[in-house]
């Protein structure tokens, strides 16, 4: 739900007779968002991909965590790895690995080595008229379910029912320009749009999974699912043991083998998942050989961890991937609901206590940068002074927005890295003092004597030796703060409820931001448990924008928009902007191999095989 389009650059595009509501209609095998697929009609299979690697072998992976449920699509429950999203969870909550699933699929297929494409899958074409008021996708006639149950456009219109309805808050809000859908026969499947202005709709409706209809009847699809899925991927849901292991097994009679989209990939006959509470256990699992691969998300670990004798005989490979993806937002989300935090001078005081440059010279070996956009890595961060289009976009708030916005270019202070840099914290406890606070006796307290406190929640006790840094120059502030450490289910429950007060959080990167922000940033959300805007972020300057983003007709329009956005949302100091890198590391038992050219992604473990 993260990809837009803006025009009908596709190869081999079939302009049809086929005239609807009096409009022509264009008909295509591969969707674009900007300028045309790298794939032209009728190849053969995707060029980063060996069409000759062999199929067998196991794959064993490791997940701190736990899971509960093999529905992935609702609120309640944790779903599975690997049923729907890859196997592998790498750094910054990039994926190595089909961004679907491998149990259900969708319409569309992405390539990993591609911004915004989708290329058709379950569906051989998808076909729209000029005004953009619906969108008819052809599905394929061999496309069929793991009982061999034909795909149907039934089956498509029932997921998006079913989604919509039932499914997590983030369906709505990415939904919210469809009108209806009907199926026009067993293999066409009809979506109307409301306005036809959010160009992002035909990769949005091409990625949702489809599921079948006839294995759901009877089920409570609200209710966490025990029961071992049915899908049409690849693999299929072999054995598990909720909350332990779970084990996927390739089916030899996948329907898609011999799909151009599907020809090189998926090689591993077994995957097995293994779950555990503690990082510490599972990278004891993996130099014992128990575990395969792994990706190092610690600066530290993968500085100083890895040198045992597996690594040093040459045992175990250790790489670092360029990738070139949108790297999104890492850093402290503070949740302005809270009343502490709702004065802006507030956030902004604990972004400049936190000491980036000490940490990453001491606990991050120098490997990351600060992260100063919410699109990072991207044409789409805002830089230097508003432009003129942004400014367009920005002058009927110009009341309700910082003066600072329109006249300073966005900057984070710059310590001196000695982890007592005495000159930023008192501008920090300047802004605090403007916002009402005063020191009394050492404590940081407002008019009536209360001290500031709050609490840092962690879903993993790796990350207190970050956090603890900043927990101390924060009480330098005379600020009271404590670190709460849960485990990743509970987590994820008082996340969705909003129950915390800071936390450490990742706002993913996107090439082409679309209707998720809806989910990430508007007002609506705000209030909807569930959603994406932790931050709780109810800004009609904000609201304004997202919908500017969504309905930008050209990439000029679209950059002035989310640049003025990414304005918007860096001044309001939503979150303490943190770290970000643009390569992933990886550690694996050299008993694999992959494509030798790199991917835009970096990695994608579908494109993998186990050697002889």
Same mark, same amino acid.
């Given at each position: 739900?993260?990809?837009?389009?803006? /025009?009908?650059?596709?190869?081999?595009?079939?302009?049809?007779?086929?005239?609807?509501?009096?409009?022509?209609?264009?008909?295509?095998?591969?969707?674009?968002?900007? /300028?045309?697929?790298? $794939?032209?009609? +009728?190849?053969?299979?995707?060029?980063?991909?060996?069409?000759?690697?062999?199929?067998?072998?196991?794959?064993?992976?490791?997940?701190?965590?736990?899971?509960?449920?093999?529905?992935?699509?609702?609120?309640?429950?944790?779903?599975?790895?690997?049923?729907?999203?890859?196997?592998?969870?790498?750094?910054?909550?990039?994926?190595?690995?089909?961004? !679907?699933?491998? !149990?259900? =699929?969708?319409?569309?297929?992405?390539?990993?080595? =591609?911004?915004?494409?989708?290329? /058709?899958?379950?569906?051989?074409? *998808?076909?729209?008229?000029?005004?953009?008021?619906?969108?008819?996708?052809?599905?394929?006639?061999?496309?069929?379910?793991?009982?061999? %149950?034909?795909?149907?456009?039934?089956?498509?219109?029932?997921?998006?029912?079913?989604?919509?309805?039932?499914?997590?808050? +983030?369906?709505?809000?990415? @939904?919210?320009?469809?009108?209806?859908?009907?199926?026009?026969?067993?293999?066409?499947?009809?979506?109307?749009?409301?306005?036809?202005?959010?160009?992002?709709?035909?990769? %949005?409706?091409?990625?949702?999974?489809?599921?079948?209809?006839?294995?759901?009847? +009877?089920?409570?699809?609200?209710?966490?699912?025990?029961? $071992?899925?049915?899908?049409?991927?690849?693999?299929?849901?072999?054995?598990?043991?909720?909350?332990?292991?779970?084990?996927?097994?390739?089916?030899?009679?996948?329907?898609?083998?011999?799909?151009?989209?599907?020809? +090189?990939?998926?090689?591993?006959?077994?995957?097995?998942?293994?779950?555990?509470?503690?990082?510490? !256990?599972?990278?004891?699992?993996?130099?014992?050989?128990?575990?395969?691969?792994?990706?190092?998300?610690?600066?530290?670990?993968?500085?100083?961890?890895?040198?045992?004798?597996?690594?040093?005989?040459?045992?175990?490979?250790?790489?670092?991937?360029?990738?070139?993806?949108?790297?999104?937002?890492?850093?402290?989300?503070?949740?302005?609901?809270?009343?502490?935090?709702?004065?802006?001078?507030?956030?902004?005081?604990?972004?400049?206590?936190?000491?980036?440059?000490?940490?990453?010279?001491?606990?991050?070996?120098?490997?990351?940068?600060?992260?100063?956009?919410?699109?990072?890595?991207?044409?789409?961060?805002?830089? /230097?002074?508003?432009?003129?289009?942004?400014?367009?976009?920005?002058?009927?708030?110009?009341?309700?927005?910082?003066?600072?916005?329109?006249?300073?270019?966005?900057? *984070?202070?710059?310590?001196?890295?000695?982890?007592?840099?005495?000159?930023?914290?008192?501008?920090?406890?300047?802004?605090?003092?403007?916002?009402?606070?005063?020191?009394?006796?050492?404590?940081?307290?407002?008019?009536?004597?209360?001290?500031?406190?709050?609490?840092? @929640?962690?879903?993993?006790?790796?990350? =207190?030796?970050?956090?603890?840094?900043? !927990?101390?120059?924060?009480?330098?502030?005379?600020?009271?703060?404590?670190?709460?450490?849960?485990?990743?289910?509970?987590?994820?429950? *008082?996340?969705?409820?909003?129950?915390?007060?800071?936390?450490?959080?990742?706002?993913?990167? %996107?090439?082409?931001?679309?209707?998720?922000?809806?989910?990430?940033?508007?007002?609506?959300?705000?209030?909807?448990?569930?959603?994406?805007?932790?931050?709780?972020?109810?800004?009609?300057?904000?609201?304004? *924008?997202?919908?500017?983003?969504?309905?930008?007709?050209?990439?000029?329009?679209?950059?002035?928009?989310?640049?003025?956005?990414?304005?918007?949302?860096?001044?309001?100091?939503?979150?303490?902007?943190?770290?970000?890198?643009?390569?992933?590391?990886?550690?694996?038992?050299?008993?694999?191999?992959?494509?030798?050219?790199?991917?835009?992604?970096?990695?994608?473990?579908?494109?993998?095989?186990?050697?002889?």
């Amino acid at each position: 739900m993260r990809r837009r389009e803006f /025009g009908l650059g596709v190869a081999g595009l079939v302009v049809a007779a086929r005239a609807r509501a009096g409009a022509a209609t264009v008909s295509m095998p591969a969707y674009a968002v900007l /300028g045309a697929p790298a $794939m032209p009609a +009728g190849f053969m299979h995707f060029p980063f991909v060996d069409p000759t690697a062999p199929k067998g072998g196991v794959l064993r992976l490791s997940y701190v965590g736990t899971y509960d449920s093999f529905n992935p699509f609702i609120l309640r429950g944790t779903a599975a790895l690997g049923v729907v999203g890859p196997w592998l969870i790498l750094p910054g909550g990039a994926g190595a690995g089909s961004s !679907v699933g491998h !149990v259900w =699929e969708s319409l569309l297929t992405p390539s990993p080595n =591609e911004a915004a494409v989708g290329y /058709g899958h379950i569906a051989a074409s *998808l076909e729209m008229p000029q005004d953009r008021r619906w969108i008819a996708f052809d599905l394929r006639p061999q496309a069929a379910f793991s009982d061999a %149950t034909p795909i149907t456009a039934a089956d498509v219109a029932f997921s998006y029912h079913t989604l919509l309805e039932k499914g997590l808050p +983030g369906y709505a809000a990415a @939904l919210h320009d469809v009108a209806g859908v009907h199926a026009e026969g067993a293999q066409r499947v009809v979506f109307t749009l409301k306005s036809g202005r959010d160009r992002q709709l035909p990769l %949005t409706l091409g990625s949702l999974p489809v599921l079948p209809s006839h294995w759901f009847a +009877g089920r409570d699809f609200t209710l966490p699912m025990e029961d $071992m899925p049915l899908g049409s991927g690849p693999y299929r849901v072999t054995a598990a043991s909720l909350g332990h292991s779970i084990t996927f097994t390739r089916n030899p009679a996948w329907w898609a083998r011999d799909l151009p989209t599907a020809v +090189g990939t998926n090689n591993f006959d077994t995957v097995q998942i293994e779950y555990f509470r503690d990082s510490t !256990v599972a990278m004891q699992a993996f130099k014992a050989g128990q575990i395969d691969i792994r990706a190092e998300n610690i600066a530290r670990v993968w500085a100083t961890g890895y040198d045992f004798p597996a690594v040093r005989q040459g045992k175990v490979i250790k790489q670092r991937f360029r990738h070139h993806l949108p790297t999104g937002m890492q850093g402290w989300a503070i949740n302005t609901r809270r009343g502490i935090f709702a004065d802006p001078r507030v956030r902004q005081a604990l972004a400049m206590a936190y000491d980036f440059e000490w940490e990453n010279k001491v606990l991050f070996y120098g490997q990351y940068q600060r992260t100063t956009s919410y699109f990072s890595n991207t044409d789409l961060a805002a830089t /230097g002074l508003p432009e003129p289009g942004e400014l367009a976009l920005l002058e009927p708030f110009r009341a309700e927005l910082p003066p600072a916005l329109f006249t300073e270019p966005f900057t *984070l202070p710059v310590s001196d890295a000695s982890g007592n840099d005495r000159p930023v914290l008192l501008a920090a406890l300047a802004l605090l003092q403007q916002a009402g606070w005063t020191v009394q006796h050492l404590k940081l307290a407002d008019a009536k004597g209360a001290q500031m406190g709050f609490e840092i @929640l962690l879903p993993d006790p790796g990350y =207190e030796r970050v956090a603890l840094p900043y !927990v101390q120059n924060l009480r330098r502030l005379g600020i009271a703060v404590g670190l709460r450490v849960v485990d990743p289910a509970q987590y994820q429950h *008082l996340m969705e409820d909003f129950e915390f007060d800071m936390t450490l959080w990742i706002v993913p990167g %996107t090439d082409i931001p679309g209707a998720e922000l809806r989910d990430e940033w508007s007002s609506a959300a705000s209030r909807q448990p569930g959603s994406s805007n932790v931050m709780g972020a109810a800004d009609p300057a904000v609201d304004a *924008l997202i919908e500017k983003v969504i309905e930008a007709a050209d990439p000029q329009s679209l950059r002035a928009a989310a640049r003025a956005l990414d304005r918007v949302l860096l001044w309001r100091w939503y979150m303490v902007p943190g770290w970000g890198s643009n390569s992933f590391d990886l550690a694996w038992w050299n008993r694999f191999a992959h494509p030798a050219a790199p991917i835009r992604e970096g990695i994608d473990l579908d494109l993998w095989w186990a050697k002889p």
